[in-house]
T-cell receptor
Framework: KAGVTQTPRYLIKTRGQQVTLSCSPI?????VSWYQQTPGQGLQFLFE???????NKGNFPGRFSGRQFSNSRSEMNVSTLELGDSALYLC??????????????FGEGSRLTVL | GENVEQHPSTLSVQEGDSAVIKCTYS??????FPWYKQELGKGPQLIID?????GEKKDQRIAVTLNKTAKHFSLHITETQPEDSAVYFC???????????FGQGTELSVKP
């Protein structure tokens, strides 16, 4: 069974630009969560999608957005990039039913550098 | 607000020794406590988890204990091996699906 796939793995942008990251969950998983990982703030929850609906949102500005498609693939978008957005963006999928908790399967992440 | 504190930030042990990592959570509504291991260049991977109705759980060399009164939970690794070297994260959840509050991580180094 293929794992969680994130693309691109590495990208460099400049301040003010926008970026879109993609995540393909494990087949059959309907939940996709996004996390930002930085040395200073650690792992911080961005948002979760379940069956194309945003179920939960972390404390990030509106520049961070996401969506999920009918095949459970998800994208996140960051607009008007700032230097502080440089981070590893991790996607995780879960086979849990709506509600409750369960194991998150993480991808290897997309490393974003903002210059 | 929700917060998870993790200690120590770095831990170095000799192969065969035990390692203990401790976490404290702030939200008493938390009911699920997973531990993740992250190796260099990879995403975190679940190694063990515990729910609030259980005080202790063990899986081979790994065990987790939970003290709900103190809002404290710990990871114990016995007979450490060099391949245990990684960054370990504790986390807490209130049952909100994929939303986990992570600790800051512990970099474990196991010296042969």
């Amino acid at each position: 069974k293929a794992g969680v796939t994130q693309t691109p793995r590495y990208l460099i942008k400049t301040r003010g630009q926008q970026v879109t990251l993609s995540c393909s969950p494990i087949s059959g998983h309907r939940s996709v969560s996004w996390y930002q990982q930085t040395p200073g703030q650690g792992l911080q929850f961005l948002f979760e999608y379940f069956s194309e609906t945003q179920r939960n949102k972390g404390n990030f500005p509106g520049r961070f957005s996401g969506r999920q498609f009918s095949n459970s693939r998800s994208e996140m978008n960051v607009s008007t990039l700032e230097l502080g957005d440089s981070a590893l963006y991790l996607c995780a999928s879960s086979g849990r039913k709506a509600g409750g908790t369960g194991e998150l399967f993480f991808g290897e992440g997309s490393r974003l550098t903002v210059l | 607000g929700e917060n998870v504190e993790q200690h120590p930030s770095t831990l170095s042990v000799q192969e065969g020794d035990s390692a203990v990592i401790k976490c404290t959570y702030s939200d008493s509504a938390s009911n699920y406590f997973p531990w993740y291991k992250q190796e260099l260049g990879k995403g975190p991977q679940l190694i063990i988890d515990i729910r609030s109705n259980v005080g202790e759980k063990k899986d081979q060399r790994i065990a987790v204990t939970l003290n709900k009164t103190a809002k404290h939970f710990s990871l114990h690794i016995t007979e450490t091996q060099p391949e245990d070297s990684a960054v370990y994260f504790c986390a807490a959840s209130k049952g909100q699906g994929g939303k986990l509050i992570f600790g800051q991580g512990t970099e474990l180094s196991v010296k042969p």
